[in-house]
């Protein structure tokens, strides 16, 4: 999806659906779409915040200003990448609301990530494991986990209006970064899967804008990750390659620098295969089995 024209909403609170309100962080990125969508769940009478975002000063101002004199009932992280997480801890300060969503997640690693890293201060007052509730005023929010883009994300339904909050899971404008050593294609794909199984109305991402047809949606992304599966079977089935000479092949007409990117996830599909027994590998070089 292309970028759409600036200006954006950055700072300006959106009423998305009576209880959903949407505040745009002024991160837009190649990666992030405009920006980090940070979403106030509730009412006058108490609210959770979902995905803070950036520790940034304007949008942690443009927050406060949202939230007003509003109790904070919790603010929620589906997961602790830096574009995500950083302002739980200065907002829950300003707030006094406790951190309540996924767990406290630092990978190391020396892969080129084409995502933003870990935020290695994250530390949640309460984690939530899959199918436990955040609950508030006339409105409560379950927990799904759906490990995959990263082991601890997780998506929150507001339960009885059939708005899921799928964080970086599904995106309302591109397809998800599998970022491997903690990114996991199986897990993906099987949390597409339990996706697909819902009845969600809308998705609210928390980059790009809303998804309205959930079920269509999820069902291409799945079929672009099996599509890409056998992309790499096939090319493998030429003669063995390493990841470099996959990347090109697989995606002609994309800007080279975002081949990096493309790569760490062609490494997932790899790795995956590879627990399949499909493909083995010497060294960085891959080969199908027979």
């Known amino acids: 999806m292309a970028m759409p024209p600036q200006p954006w909403p950055t700072g300006e609170v959106e009423q998305l659906e009576p209880l959903v309100r949407r505040v745009l962080a002024p991160n837009g990125s190649p990666f992030t779409y405009t920006g980090t969508q940070t ?10 915040v979902i995905d803070p975002g950036p520790a940034e000063p304007g949008h942690l101002n443009a927050l406060v200003r949202a939230i007003g004199d509003t109790p904070v009932i919790a603010i929620a992280c589906t997961h602790t990448h830096r574009d995500h997480s950083p302002a739980a801890a200065p907002l829950a300060q300003m707030t006094g609301a406790p951190v309540i969503g996924c767990a406290a997640l630092v ?10 890293p ?3 201060d994250y530390a949640p007052d309460r984690v939530l494991t899959d199918g436990e509730q955040l609950a508030g005023p006339a409105w409560t929010l379950t927990a799904l986990a759906t490990p995959g883009h990263t082991s601890n994300h997780l998506c929150f339904a507001l339960e009885g209006t059939g708005a899921l909050f799928t964080g970086d899971h599904v995106m309302g ?5 599998v970022a491997p050593p903690d990114g996991d294609m199986a897990a993906y794909m099987a949390s597409l899967a339990l996706l697909q199984e819902r009845t969600d109305r809308v998705y609210y991402p928390a980059h790009g804008p809303a998804v309205h ?17 056998r992309q790499i079977l096939k090319l493998l089935g030429r003669e063995p390659q390493v990841i470099a000479e996959l990347v ?4 002609k007409g994309v800007n080279p620098w975002l081949w990096p990117a493309a790569g760490l996830s062609v490494k997932a599909h790899l790795l995956d295969l ?4 499909l493909v083995a590998r010497s060294g960085e070089i891959w080969t199908i089995l027979s």
Request: no cysteine; net charge neutral; glycine share 10%.
């Open 173 to 177: 404008w591109s397809t998800t970064v």
């Open 248 to 251: 090109p092949q697989m995606y």
């Open 39 to 48: 979403y106030l769940v509730g009412s006058s009478e108490g609210l959770a």
């Open 274 to 277: 590879e627990r399949r027994a």
């Open 213 to 229: 047809n959930p079920r269509q949606l999820v069902r291409g992304m799945i079929g672009h990750r099996r599509q890409r599966e």
């Open 118 to 120: 870990f935020d290695g």
């Open 107 to 116: 990978i190391e690693s020396d892969e080129p990530r084409a995502d933003a």
